[in-house]
């Protein structure tokens, strides 16, 4: 019989240095196991909710501003009516040209687009932004709108103020009266081109309802999203060129117009429609010195709220 003290104990991990090379080696399987093994069906059910809920609940870039970069701001989704962005909207400010809207409007409600109108010399002499027509010169009213609407022109719409009118005390009447039709209490006008007055004055909220109404006229639609055109006075043979002073047609997909104005006191304005994948965006921003580069942000921010990516 083997004697006791010569039978060998069972083998165990991790007793002396033989066992190091195993221990070793276990760790190693386990390693590689839980790497390369695929997580169990209720983990990878659960990592790819996660995904989902993160692009469902994307969360549109901020407006990095450290300051708002103009006087007032809107920002509205037309077909939903919801306020995008706001700032003072309700603050009255000096409208600049955006006023030539209300004329223009008044204009095509009261008048045809083929009427003769003859400029005066109280329009020949109109300051600031003109084209330079000159006294006696007749044009069609439609070649006048779409000289103040596309290049903001004062001469030409002077001469086509006195023509509806018959002065321009009385077609700013037609204007104010217009604004009471329009629920525009924050709307006063003291001329119908756009120039500084203190009783001369809107908001953003009312620049806004304003321009609702008039895209809602084909012909005003058509004038404002025009990049370039060129008229020419029924009595003579010069022709006036017309380069829009929107800077975003033809630049963001989509833009429509509207409208655009500078005065020394109103500052640099501009009210912008833009229509992309079923969104109707429409901007109005008073008073900024960078009205551009604010349109553009603003316009991104609003349709990365209306289409989130997905």
């Known amino acids: 019989m083997a004697r006791a003290d010569h039978i060998r104990p069972p083998h165990r991990l991790g007793k002396g240095k033989g066992d190091l090379p195993w221990l070793m080696f276990l760790f190693g399987v386990l390693f590689i196991w839980n790497v390369l093994a695929p997580p169990p069906a ?4 659960e990592h790819h ?74 329009a020949a002499r109109a300051p600031k932004t003109h084209l330079r027509i000159k006294v006696g010169e007749v044009f069609r009213l439609g070649d006048l709108l779409k000289a103040m609407m596309m290049v903001s022109a004062n001469d030409a719409c002077l001469a086509a103020v006195e023509h509806v009118g018959g002065d321009e005390g009385q077609f700013v009447s037609l204007m104010n ?19 500084d007055n203190p009783d ?7 620049l806004a309802k304003l321009s609702e109404v008039a895209m809602q006229n084909a012909t005003f639609r058509n004038l404002v999203k025009a990049e370039r055109e060129i008229i ?17 047609l033809g630049r963001i997909p989509g833009v429509e117009g509207v409208k655009t104005g500078f005065t ?25 010195n960078r009205r551009w580069t604010t349109a553009k942000s603003l316009i991104d921010y609003g349709f990365r709220l209306t289409h989130p990516i997905q």
């Not at 209720?42 to 059910?45: D, H, K, Q």
């Not at 001369?200 to 009312?206: G, K, R």
């Not at 006075?233 to 017309?242: H, N």
Request: aromatic content about 6%; proline content about 3%; some cysteine.
């Open 42 to 45: 209720s983990a990878r059910t």
């Open 49 to 122: 909710a996660q995904d989902a809920v993160r692009s469902i609940n994307y969360a549109p870039h901020a407006l990095h501003w450290k300051r708002i970069p103009a006087h007032s701001i809107l920002l509205k989704e037309l077909r939903s009516g919801r306020i995008l962005f706001e700032h003072d909207t309700e603050k009255r400010l000096s409208p600049a040209s955006l006023t030539k809207i209300m004329s223009a409007l008044v204009i095509l409600e009261k008048a045809r687009l083929d009427e003769l109108a003859t400029v005066s010399k109280n």
């Open 177 to 195: 009266a217009k604004a009471a039709a329009l629920g525009l209490s924050d709307t006063h006008f003291s001329n119908g081109c756009g120039f």
């Open 200 to 206: 001369h004055y809107s908001t953003a909220e009312d």
């Open 232 to 248: 020419t006075p029924v009595s003579g043979y010069r022709a006036y060129v017309l380069h829009n002073t929107n800077r975003l």
């Open 264 to 288: 020394s006191k109103a500052g640099r304005c501009l009210i912008a429609k833009v229509s992309q994948n079923g969104s109707d965006l429409l901007l109005v921003i008073l008073n900024s």
